[in-house]
């Protein structure tokens, strides 16, 4: 089944403990995307990836860092969460540019930061 | 400016009965795709229906139709027969050059029985 996949779903952790996001697609999409959403604001891009080892950062990137080392994997990385960083976060991928496409997304992964 | 802008914070719309939900974008390229997605409270976004700036015709999919006015830059997205099942968060979205999707804050829909 065609599918991305985050871990973990839920996650409850304390200001300044460095924690991990996975996400893996096994779509073989070259373009893969990390999201935030917070009410009112709708989802907003952190981070993109084109293609592996190249990445870039989208509207809200402070306090994130991402790496694409194999093409299926994206993970995002808070090396020090904070409070203002408890959100909803969604990975998606595409299988390339252009306008047209859909973006598929992972369940969602929600972040309480305390 | 806000690229993505849907005014209608919530709405309820009788079971069987059609609702539109309105959207309106802002972009300066000609070229760009607009999309619909339902978040239901379970949390997943679910893509729904795709118009593309140059196509001549209404999006339709099953009950869901997108009304495509590109002079206004409006793509409302219209559910025909209403469920209870289509009780969810909707957002609008666009996408411009490369694969990055803005969205708008949403609205939510209540069917009501």
């Known amino acids: 089944e065609a599918q991305v996949t985050q871990n973990p779903r839920y996650l409850i952790t304390v200001t300044g403990k460095k924690l991990t996001v996975t996400c893996s697609q096994n779509?073989?999409?070259?373009?893969m995307s990390w999201y935030r959403q917070d009410p009112g604001l709708g989802l907003r891009q952190i981070y993109y990836?084109?293609?592996?080892?190249?990445?870039d950062k989208g509207d809200v990137p402070e306090g994130y860092k991402v790496s694409r080392k194999e093409k299926r994997n994206f993970p995002l990385i808070l090396e020090s969460p904070s409070p203002n960083q408890t959100s909803l976060y969604f990975c998606?991928?595409?299988?390339?540019?252009?306008?047209?496409?859909?973006?598929?997304f992972g369940e969602g992964s929600r972040l309480t930061v305390l | 400016a806000q690229k993505i802008t849907q005014t209608q914070p919530g709405m309820f719309v009788q079971e069987k009965e059609a609702v539109t939900l309105d959207c309106t974008y802002d972009?300066?390229?000609?070229?760009?795709?607009l999309f619909w997605y339902k978040q239901p409270s379970s949390g997943e976004m679910i893509f729904l229906i795709y118009?593309?700036?140059?196509?001549?015709q209404n999006a339709t999919e099953g009950r869901y139709s997108l009304n495509f006015q590109k002079a206004r830059k409006s793509a409302n997205l219209v559910i025909s027969a209403s469920q209870l099942g289509d009780s969810a968060m909707y957002f609008c979205?666009?996408?411009?050059?490369?694969?990055?999707?803005?969205f708008g804050a949403g609205t939510i829909l209540r069917v009501k029985s």
């Open positions: 998606a991928s595409s299988l390339g540019q252009g306008v047209t496409g859909e973006l598929f």
């Open positions: 779509m073989n999409h070259e373009y």
């Open positions: 990836s084109m293609n592996v080892e190249v990445t």
């Open positions: 972009t300066s390229d000609p070229s760009y795709g």
């Open positions: 118009q593309g700036s140059y196509d001549q």
């Open positions: 979205a666009m996408k411009e050059y490369g694969n990055k999707l803005v």
